[in-house]
C-alpha cells in the first residue's frame, strides 16, 4: 500500500479536520509541482481553485481539468499528479474512515427539535 499524503507529502497536505469517521486534508500545489504515489480512501473532493493536471494511476494517464467549486466522488484510489497547468491546485479532500455501508444511522436533523 502507498504512503498516507500527509506523512509522505507534507508540503503539499495537510489536515484541517479529523475525528473518528472523516480526515478533512488541505492540497495546494503550484505549476509544475509533481507528487509521489500515494492512497486516498473513499473521498469527496471539492475544487477551491480552477486546475489542469495529469494523474498517473498503475499503467494509465489522465489529463484533469476542472473548475473552481466542483465537488466530486472519488473511489479509493492510488495515483500520483502533476501541475500541468498555469494556474495553482487548491483542494479540499473529505476522506471517509468508514467502509460503504458501515456506521451508525441516524435521523437527519434539520432544525430544532421539540
Known amino acids: 500500500m502507498s504512503p498516507d499524503p500527509v506523512e509522505s507529502l507534507p508540503q503539499h497536505y495537510r489536515v484541517v479536520l479529523e475525528n473518528e469517521r472523516v480526515r478533512v486534508l488541505e492540497y495546494t500545489d503550484h505549476p509544475g509541482q509533481q507528487t509521489t504515489t500515494h492512497r486516498h480512501p473513499d473521498s469527496v473532493m471539492i475544487t477551491l481553485s480552477s486546475f489542469r493536471r495529469t494523474l498517473r ?10 473548475p473552481a467549486g466542483t465537488a466530486r466522488w472519488l473511489d479509493a484510489q492510488e495515483h500520483s499528479g502533476h501541475n500541468t497547468g498555469d494556474t495553482d491546485t487548491h483542494v479540499m479532500f473529505v476522506e471517509l474512515k468508514e467502509p460503504a455501508g458501515h456506521g451508525p444511522r441516524r435521523p437527519a436533523r434539520v432544525g430544532p427539535t421539540d
Do not use: G, N, P, T
Open 57 to 66: 494511476a498503475d499503467d494509465s494517464e489522465l489529463d484533469v481539468e476542472l
